[in-house]
């Protein structure tokens, strides 16, 4: 826009100290926790209740190491809760920042791009076509400006704005020819120059958000289902403690022992990890796929994205790379490759200097910003650029004629140049074509588009200065010729399709091309059948049983509008597909909702598609979102191993718990030192370990989970339990062979725990993948099992060895042949499920 630096905008000190006064141009969202709030997070579960009764009981019982020692686990948790609480908030710091827009403002008399949270008032913000408004606004200077305020109004149709008279600053959004701009808005037409006047929550938007935030949100089915199995594993725990305490006081008659023994058996079998693991996979989880260009706004879209089945999306910018170039030009009889000319011949110069006159001087659109390119290239300092002509008027396109036309005053006549540009159909309908010279520039936009061009066609027309008619029909045009212009598909994208299909997923192309140009781009990235599509007239007169049943084989539709994409999901879904959809615009949004995951293009998107979507594309990538999917299966891949490692452990925690105080003159192996110290272990493996886990080598090779599946089924339980039963065995044989050869009780208990954690760390080792042998899983770089596996067996060498230890533990001396024995037996408890992994898992990936 022409002397923007009219106005000088606000200087850096002044936008700080505004900054400082009123806050940053953002909604309120949640607050962080605070290190109090976590504090009182962790006084508050249950596994901290327990811990506090032990070491209360145990004062009470004279043993104060066992009780100080208890107490400082508890710091010791707290400090790992703070760790986990931190790492979920940076990582959605992290998020936040990358959904934050950049918007052109005027500051220092200069004109800047800054982050949409930095815009305050007073502010002087530039408006451009396809710009997003961050704040509400004061319009000072327009041109044709045109305003999406549909998510603030509902109303589709943008409405005319224009400058800025006097008036009060209290109108509500809505209705042409108001001065106002509003955040959330997206300029569609035109351009100008507005002054902000409120930011953050005391904006139109802000108000919606304060609404909203008192709205709250229904968990997800995965966190329903892990709450589930929290909670009927608790009533468990609960009722087996009761029993382990009353039988504890009848056969041996000491009730403070029988709830200490029942406490431990409470704390062996509640899985209080399963809550922190899934927010913690959860949040770094998003924030994994965030540095694939993805942005997730909703936790659930995570769970879906294993289970996707078709991927609709847009072509343009999405498949291609939305640079658009001008490839071929037809001047009515011949035609001319653009690509490798040298010197471009004059016969095709009225193409181009049309073409540009009816394209806008700093263009939005890449079709026009190509036209623009090719003019530059070419006919710099030629009579054919105009930038000293002053444009009169513009028609823009509609709905009813797909062409616009500008109209310009000559410097060297009196007269009035108009330039025309659109759909050729459009064109050839303003030039009243006879039919048989229209039959003929028929057949060539059907060639240039056979081959994948996206053609426009361009006409021309001069009159007297006088009164304008209002409708573009009024002018005797001329047809100049037509423009091909291709737009180059990602490098990427065949490989991704490719990968696609190989997971079990459809790709279709929903697009606005004609059905040669959308065919040719179908068997160049590889869809399986781009020989059949649908076109968008065809879809209108489709009833949904019929296009369920068409749809089933049909991967493109053409000359598809956004409004159709409804009908499409609609149909998708009646054939129990689950639907991944792209959109960027308005008339997106309702087919954003209805799909099962709504992606949203973070480019060129609107904040009404951003807004119903569960995924945001930063950089419309289309090999983005496949590497989206890819991220997805590995985060539910991962947490299913970290859930099933966290059952397979805790059985023999309860097991052995449990079983010694069913006989009178059995020995008590676990106390709840014991279960701390394995819970100290167990919370940094499954959150971190499981968590930095890389993707299975085949996790693009299975089909989709059914997404009624259970996350955590039965049969992955059974699974899991008999890994906990298997350690269980091995830990009772050797708590029996020691017991019944004569071992002192504190050997006893020392080889047995020392079993129990060689027997984790195996666990541990071969969850770590449930299709690759250990000895691969080993030469599988994950750097945080040195860490977490090492820790654990420092500590328990240090606890059979240091006496203090050994006392706090219960322990006695034992030599290093029995520590060799309980490592050995320990890493026994493995085989059988890397003997399952072989013979079982394998070949299920295999068929």
């Not at 004062?59 to 208890?70: A, N, R, Y």
């Not at 200077?141 to 109303?155: A, C």
């Not at 990890?273 to 927010?279: W, Y």
């Not at 709504?598 to 496949?626: C, P, Y």
Request: net charge negative; glycine share 8%.
């Amino acid at each position: 826009m022409k002397n923007n630096l009219q106005f000088s905008g606000l200087t850096d000190s002044e936008a700080e100290s505004r900054i400082a006064r009123d806050g940053y141009n953002e909604l309120q969202g949640n607050k962080p926790r605070s290190f109090w709030a976590i504090i009182l997070g962790v006084l508050k579960e249950p596994m901290f209740l327990l811990l506090v009764g032990c070491a209360t009981l145990y004062m009470i019982l004279g043993s104060l190491e066992e009780g100080f020692m208890l107490i400082g686990f508890v710091f010791v948790i707290m400090g790992i809760e703070f760790y986990q609480e931190r790492k979920t908030e940076k990582a959605l710091d992290a998020l936040k920042d990358l959904a934050s827009p950049q918007v052109l403002v005027i500051r220092n008399n200069t004109e800047v791009r800054i982050l949409g949270r930095e815009v305050v008032c007073d502010d002087i913000i530039v408006l451009q076509e396809g710009d997003r408004i961050p704040a509400d606004a004061t319009v000072l200077k327009s041109v044709n400006l045109l305003v999406d305020e549909s998510l603030l109004t509902g109303e589709s149709v943008p409405v005319r704005k224009y400058d800025w008279e006097g008036e009060p600053g209290d109108i509500q959004p809505g209705g042409d020819d108001q001065p106002f701009v509003y955040s959330g808005s997206m300029v569609v037409q035109g351009n100008g120059l507005a002054k902000v006047t409120h930011t953050g929550m005391n904006t139109q938007i802000g108000k919606i958000g304060k609404s909203i935030s008192e709205v709250e949100g229904s968990p997800s089915r995965l966190k329903k289902e892990i709450g589930s199995l929290v909670k009927w594993m608790t009533i468990i725990g609960g009722i087996l403690c009761v029993i382990v305490i009353a039988l504890y006081t009848l056969t041996r008659g000491d009730l403070l022992q029988g709830f200490l023994a029942g406490i431990t058996l409470a704390m062996g079998m509640l899985p209080e990890e399963f809550p922190v693991v899934l927010t913690i996979f959860m949040a770094v989880g998003a924030w994994r796929i965030s540095k694939k260009r993805v942005l997730t706004q909703q936790p659930n879209a995570i769970e879906t994205l294993g289970s996707a089945t078709v991927l609709c999306t847009d072509k343009t910018g999405t498949l291609t790379e939305n640079k658009m170039k001008v490839t071929k030009l037809y001047n009515k009889q011949d035609y001319c490759t653009v690509k490798g000319i040298r010197e471009f011949p004059e016969e095709y110069h009225d193409i181009i200097e049309y073409g540009i006159l009816s394209s806008q001087v700093n263009p939005f659109d890449p079709m026009e910003t190509a036209i623009n390119n090719i003019g530059e290239s070419f006919l710099k300092g030629t009579e054919h650029l105009h930038a000293d002509w002053d444009m009169v008027k513009e028609y823009s396109l509609s709905k009813e004629l797909l062409a616009m036309s500008r109209v310009f005053r000559s410097k060297s006549s009196n007269r009035l140049v108009i330039a025309a540009k659109g759909a050729p159909e459009a064109i050839f309908e303003l030039c009243h074509l006879p039919a048989d010279i229209q039959k003929k520039y028929v057949e060539a936009v059907q060639a240039m588009a056979s081959e994948g061009l996206r053609v426009l066609g361009v006409a021309k027309s001069s009159i007297s200065e006088s009164n304008l008619p209002e409708i573009q029909h009024d002018f005797d045009f001329d047809f100049v010729g037509l423009i091909g212009l291709s737009d180059p598909i990602r490098p990427q994208v065949p490989q991704a399709v490719k990968e696609c299909h190989k997971a079990g997923i459809r790709v279709i192309m929903i697009t606005g091309d004609y059905p040669a140009t959308a065919q040719n781009i179908a068997k160049e990235i590889g869809l399986q059948n781009y020989s059949e599509c649908i076109t968008g007239v065809e879809l209108a007169e489709m009833d949904e049983a019929t296009l369920s049943e068409k749809i089933k084989t049909i991967d493109v539709f053409a000359r598809a509008v956004p409004e159709q994409k409804l009908k499409i999901v609609n149909a998708l879904k009646w054939n129990n597909e689950v639907v991944a959809m792209t959109g960027d615009g308005v008339n997106d949004a309702p087919a954003l909702k209805a799909a099962n995951i709504g992606i949203a293009m973070g480019k060129k998107g609107t904040d009404v598609a951003r807004e119903v979507s569960e995924l945001v594309l930063l950089d419309d990538n289309f090999g983005s979102i496949v590497d989206a999917i890819k991220m997805g299966r590995r985060i539910f891949d991962n947490l299913q191993k970290a859930l099933g490692y966290i059952f397979a452990v805790h059985v023999p925690i309860a097991g052995l718990s449990l079983i010694p105080v069913l006989f009178s003159d059995w020995p008590l192996i676990l106390w709840p030192v014991h279960v701390v110290f394995l819970e100290l272990i167990i919370d940094p493996a499954c959150s971190v370990i499981f968590e930095a886990e890389q993707a299975e080598k085949n996790v693009m090779s299975h089909p989709p989970r059914k997404i009624n599946e259970a996350f955590f089924g039965g049969k992955k339980i059974l699974i899991s339990c008999f890994q906990g039963i298997w350690i269980l065995i091995a830990t009772l044989g050797v708590y029996f062979v020691t017991l019944k050869t004569g071992y002192d009780i504190g050997e006893v208990r020392a080889m047995t725990f020392s079993t129990l954690i060689f027997a984790n760390i195996a666990t541990i080792l071969t969850n770590r993948s449930w299709e690759a042998s250990i000895f691969t899983i080993l030469r599988t770089p994950n750097k945080t099992v040195k860490w977490v596996v090492g820790g654990a067996a420092l500590f328990i060498l240090l606890a059979l060895t240091i006496p203090f230890l050994q006392r706090l533990f219960q322990f006695a001396p034992v030599s290093v042949w029995k520590i060799a024995i309980t490592f050995i037996v320990g890493m026994c408890t493995m085989i059988w499920f890397e003997v399952y992994k072989h013979f079982w898992l394998r070949k299920r990936v295999c068929l």
